[in-house]
């Protein structure tokens, strides 16, 4: 079992900045990699961005390219979020993620999910 906890939600204008944190604990040493997807109000589990624990190899969706930077801290389990240069669109429930199958970007991939923090992005 693995458990995360994120934090670091919050309300921000548009062009702000908010920095998301999710920490695993449990059998942390059996995931290779996380993620980090995001589900606005009547919308599906869209794929943000995800990271490998060993070499830090990171996917990001074209919406938050440029934008959004995912990084982890090995020796405390935790990835971070941080984003940047925040649009209204953003706005949604940011839910971090193991990653259990071979690819990043869909939601059957994964596993182990957060409990979810809520961006929202005001213009």
């Known amino acids: 079992q693995v458990q995360l906890e994120e934090s670091g939600g919050g309300s921000v204008q548009a062009g702000g900045s908010l920095r998301l944190s999710c920490a695993a604990s449990g059998r942390t040493f059996s995931t290779n990699a996380m993620g980090w997807f995001r589900q606005a109000p009547g919308k599906g589990r869209e794929f943000v961005t995800a990271?490998?624990?060993?070499?830090?190899?990171?996917r990001y969706a074209d919406s938050v390219k440029g934008r959004f930077t995912i990084f982890r801290d090995n020796a405390k389990n935790t990835v971070y979020l941080q984003m940047n240069s925040l649009k209204p669109e953003d706005t949604a429930v940011y839910h971090c993620a193991v990653v259990m199958g071979g690819s990043y970007y869909s939601p059957s991939e994964y596993g182990y999910w957060g409990q979810g923090t809520q961006v929202t992005v005001s213009s």
């Open positions: 990271i490998t624990w060993s070499w830090g190899i990171t």
